[in-house]
Every structure is written in C-alpha cells, then in structure tokens.
C-alpha cells in the first residue's frame, strides 16, 4: 500500500515545522527518512499515523485520508514512535497481546501472531520478563514487535535505532531488513551509515523542507563533483604551484605538507598530481581520493558547517 | 491496595474505632458505612484515577493507545470503566457487613433492607461520578500528584462543599439550587431508600459531563 503525503505543513504556534512537503512512497519501497534534529522528521510521522493533525495538507495511506478515516488508516499503519513507548509494568507476552487486543485479534488468531512476533523479533528467552527489565535493544524489538503485531502493510519506524549500541544497531537494522519484505517502509533516522544499510531511496528534510528525495545512488554522484584529493609530499611545496597544475580548481592546505585539492568539474587530477610530483622528485606520501559518503551530501544539503572548515 | 486500604479503613470504622462502631452504637444499620465511605473514596478514587492520563503522557504511551484504531471515546470510556470496575469490587466485600447485621439485630432480620439497598446503589453512583472526575483531573495535568490533588478537592467540593457553601447566607434563596448541584443532596436522598429519577439523572449526567470534559482535553493532545 502506498503512502502519500500532500503539501503537508504544520504550525507550531509561530514556528513552521513543516512547510508543504510532498513525496510518495510506493508500495513495497523502503524509504530512509533523514534530517538533522529538529527538522520535522517526527512531527512528518506523527501526523501520517494520526496521531497529530496537520495545519494544512493531508496524508493518504492506501485510499484513506489520515484526516477523514484516521481509524482505517491506523488500522493499516504499523508505527513505532520515537522513544518507544510502552507500558514498562507489563510483560513482553502481555503487552503484545493486549495491543494485538487493540487491533481487534483475539483468541488462536492473537495467540498465534503474538508466538510469530516473538520468535521474528528474537525475543523468545524475554518473553515472560516484565519490559522494565530488559535493556533498550530489547525493548526496541518489543517496539517492532507491537508495531507488527497486526501484519501492517506500511510500517512507520521513527528512529528505530537511536540510543542502541553497534552491535544492537546491526541487529535491529537485520530485522528491519527481514520484516520488511512485502511492506511499504518509511523509517526516519540522523546516522546515515542507516540509509546505505537498509534503503535505496533517500528523503532528506531540512528545517521543515524537503531537500533532496533521490536514489541514494544519485545522490551520492552529486557530491562527487566536488570530491577532494588528499595529497601529503615529504617535502615543503608551495601552494601556488599546487594551484597551478591543470584541472586544478581549489587547494587547501590540511596539515605540515598536505593538502585538499578539488580537481574541475569532477575530473579525476590523480595522475597530474603523479606526474608532478615524479618531475619534480619529491616523494609523494599518500594520494588519497576522499571517500564519497552520504555525511558530505548530507552535511552540503542540510548546510551545517562541514567540521573541516 | 487501594481495595486494602479501604476495606481496612471502613472496617475499622465500622467496628472497632468505638465513636463509630455499631456495636457500640447498638443500631442494627450501616450507616457508618454509607456516611463515612464517601470521605474515604474522596481520596481513594482520585488514587486509582491519578495515573490513567497522567502517567500516560509523562511516558508517552498515549502516542502509543492514540495510533492504535481505537476513538477517543474508546480510550476516556476504556479508563473510566476500569477505575469504576475497581470501585465496585472494593465496595462488593462490605456486602458482608449487611449479612453480619442481619444476623446481630434483634430480632434477627430487623434491618432496613430497602433503605441499604438504596444507599448501594447511590455509593456506587457516587464512586461513578468521583472516577468521572479523577479521570478528568489526570487529563489535564502530566503530573500524578497534582492529578490526584485536584481530583481529591474537585470531589470534596462537589460532594459536601457545595453543600456547605449552600448554607451561607449571601445565597439566600439561592441556597437550595446550590445545594442540589452537590453530590451529598442526591446522595442522601438515595441512601433513605427513595430512589428518585432526577438522583439518578443528577448523578449520570454529572459523570457524563466530566467524561466529555475528558474527551475534549484528551483529543488536544498535541
């Protein structure tokens, strides 16, 4: 089922934190939804899964209005909000039956789901622990596990990941991966190792805009124009003969004999870098072409200061 | 717990403190029941009531209950039935005390059952409205304390406080309108065995209006 979003803006009291965004999610994509904090992310979920009105604007989950059948729309919709909530006195099993309970599953049908969310979130040995006592990767499958407890066709994840530890977070990102087939899957985060782990397609919003939604292969290939060479010489070099070497477009001194360069226009100035430094019998100590990663595009689309500047 | 305390403070009103105690009094009736136990639930229900909002919105499980497919109607009638449910089991046991007198009176028997019956039905009237508001209190605050504080004086003002300000005499004649906007003015009615239509409405409708209060409060939780 395909999720869309309509010129979606939210008002609080003065503050715009959403301003008309739009995207469609097709059925059976996984989106990774990402922006800095404070950037609407959340409130974008809270709203889809009716949980906040919007200002102005509408969601459409399948053929359903959030603002006019919020309860068909919940009934499709499987979310896990940001903190995860749940009720921390009850036990995993109890909990999972009673919000199975609140999708309308009851008898061997309920009984039978809550079994199956168990055993997919790995929770098996925590099964019969009160949810107060488990640790936060734990808690995070619980989380999954009551936002899947009625097979939903879209699955709204709002930072699944956040607060866990490397190890939790591979796990948690696995069974993101595993219970996502057959599902249309929005998931918002601010660590984008995430989006290339999970996703193939990027929404990024900031400040209450959409600024980029692409194939994460293209955007990486916007970066890549301005992607620097790292060049480190054993001995002392001008900046200006630097500077004069062909397709050379910026340099940049980093450190004692090292530096930054941009070649034109994306052209790969490795070899003229080479060449030079044979000519002029300096020893070259590394040549480094910067690694493409989705933090510059992030950081260039988002315009925080890149902390190298 | 809150069935513990209860059952603990209105038995030991009942029978042991010996201002109260009907063995002391030697009137085979409950009236130290029907009298006292509405002070006790003015701060008991507020404590059954304290968390159901509340403590939802302080741990943000009400994000969790509000993108479930339930109404807002669902939820509020959901908390209110379970703090109610809660109040007639804990006032069920006392059904005891009415055998135990039946069996002590002299002769035998000699108890006014309708008048019992009558004042039942106006407790648990009288725990309905109570809930009604402890619930509305937890929907307006995040705080436990605070939504017990409120719930315990909202109940004592409705319950005798309207009554006792009715008394005043700047209200002249306007003392008895305000004395019937009480709870202990229909509540007393009640316990003499007459069961009245506007009791009944008085009491139904207040507990309605404070779960619409409730709705309105709930439904702006953004």
Known sequence: ?309 | MVIAVFLTGIGLLMWVFPETSVLEYGFADMDTLFSMGPYVLIFLVPAITMKSFAEEKKLGTLELLFTKPLSDWDIVIGKFLAAFLLVVITLLPTLVYYLSIVKLGNPVGNVDTPGVVGSYIGLVMLGGVFCSIGIFASSITSNQIVAFILAAFFCFIFYSGLESLSSLPIFGSQGLLIKQLGILYHYESTSKGLMDSRDLTYFLSVTGLMLVFTKIKVSQHY
């Open chain 1, 1 to 309: 089922m395909s999720l869309e979003i309509n010129h979606l803006t939210k008002v609080y009291g003065k503050q715009i934190a959403l301003n008309a965004i739009s995207f469609s999610v097709q059925d059976g994509e996984i989106v990774g939804f990402l922006g800095p904090n404070g950037a609407g992310k959340s409130t974008t979920m809270k709203i889809s899964t009716g949980f906040l009105p919007s200002t102005s604007g509408d969601v459409k989950v399948g053929d359903f209005l959030v603002s006019e059948r919020p309860l068909q729309v919940k009934r499709i919709v499987g979310y896990l909000a940001e903190h995860n909530p749940l009720y921390l006195d009850m036990y995993v099993h109890e909990h999972l039956r009673f919000v199975g309970g609140l999708y309308g599953l009851s008898g061997s049908r309920l009984k039978h789901r809550v079994g199956e969310m168990i055993e997919l979130c790995g929770l098996t040995h925590e099964q019969n622990k009160k949810i107060e006592t488990l640790s936060k990767g734990y808690r995070q499958r619980v989380g999954l596990a009551q936002a899947l407890i009625h097979d939903p066709k879209v699955l709204i994840l709002d930072e699944p990941t956040s607060g866990l530890d490397p190890n939790q977070i591979v796990e948690i990102r696995k069974l993101i991966k595993e219970i996502s087939v057959n599902k249309t899957v929005v998931f918002s985060t601010h660590i984008m190792q995430e989006v290339q782990a999970i996703c193939d397609r990027v929404i990024v919003i900031n400040k209450g805009e959409i600024v980029a939604d692409d194939k994460l292969v293209n955007l990486l290939q916007i970066e890549n124009k301005s992607t620097g060479i790292e060049v480190e010489f054993e001995t002392s070099i001008e900046m200006e003969e630097l500077r004069s070497l062909p397709f050379v477009k910026e340099v940049v001194l980093l450190g004692r004999n090292k530096f930054r360069l941009i070649g034109e226009g994306g052209i790969d100035i490795r070899p003229e870098i080479f060449k030079f430094s044979s000519e002029r019998k300096i020893s070259l100590l590394g040549l480094k072409k910067e690694e493409v990663s989705l933090e510059s595009v992030f950081r260039e689309l988002t315009h925080a200061p890149s902390p190298d500047a």
